[in-house]
């Protein structure tokens, strides 16, 4: 097992800080000449936020939903002497080696209104959250961009909340495959009857092979071990356990026959 199927790109300069969340992600550029929002490994949610980030993109990816590339970035810890603000020196500080860059990508902006999207792409993203059990894409956070005209889907670190109870080992993929998803208040909250009608077709391209795939895109520095899973690959294992009994189930597809 490689330790990340994402590509790699050295941090050369730390540009700004983007305060809009809690994590506070900073914009940064590589040496690639990229620019991507770097979410840090030391931030007080952890590399588990990082590991939801890139399971959730790459379904997305999968299920024809747009969403920027991914990049593992490297941080330097020479980064931290150069920078003024002391609460973003602590955060280098404590990032360095691996974090996640998300590709910027210029002249974007924020949904922050009524944002107009085909009734089958909103139902991809509503089945895509669903699925996921991602709690964050409500009209106060849509976490949505629009980027020459078409829509991204950005932020999933609230997704697969189960692996924050794996502190004390790994736990029942039943429970997780179960366990109801609340429509209320989702920015396509108006496409769950149609996510119910394309759910087949929504469905095809995921299975357990789709999961192991996309589960060797995370690096093994971020796949902490827990109890009962102590390497990354035994983590990655369960993390498909998860995915393949909640895609046996429809209990949390909103309106979906249980």
Not at 178 to 203: S, T, Y
Request: glycine share 10%; aromatic share 8%; charged share 25%.
């Amino acid at each position: 097992m490689t330790s990340s199927g994402l590509p790699s790109v050295t941090v050369t300069r730390y540009v700004t800080p983007l305060r809009e969340g809690g994590s506070l992600p900073g914009v940064v550029e590589g040496d690639d000449l990229g620019t991507y929002v770097c979410k840090f490994r030391g931030a007080g949610q952890g590399a588990k936020v990082l590991v939801a980030e890139v399971i959730v993109s790459a379904l997305a990816t999968r299920l024809g939903l747009r969403t920027p590339r991914l990049v593992v970035l490297d941080l330097d810890p020479e980064l931290a002497r150069y920078e003024a603000d002391e609460e973003v020196q602590d955060l280098l500080n404590a990032s360095v080696g691996p974090n996640l860059g998300i590709d910027f990508l210029p002249g974007s902006f924020g949904v922050d209104g009524q944002v107009t999207a085909a009734d089958d792409e909103g139902a991809r993203v509503l089945w895509l959250d669903a699925f996921t059990a991602n709690v964050d894409r409500s009209w106060r956070n849509p976490n949505l961009l629009l980027w020459h005209g078409d829509l991204w889907v950005i932020d999933h670190g609230a997704s697969l909340y189960f692996h924050h109870g794996w502190r004390s080992g790994v736990t029942d993929p039943a429970k997780f495959a179960a366990q109801p998803w609340d429509v209320a208040g989702h920015v396509f909250e108006e496409c769950a009857g149609r996510a119910r009608e394309l759910d087949e077709e929504i469905a095809a391209p995921l299975d357990r092979d789709v999961f192991v795939e996309v589960l060797a895109e995370v690096p093994d520095v971020w796949l902490e071990p827990v109890p009962g899973a102590e390497s990354p690959d035994e983590l990655r294992t369960a993390y498909v356990d998860f995915l393949v009994a909640r895609l046996g189930t429809r209990q949390w597809l909103p309106g979906a026959m249980r």
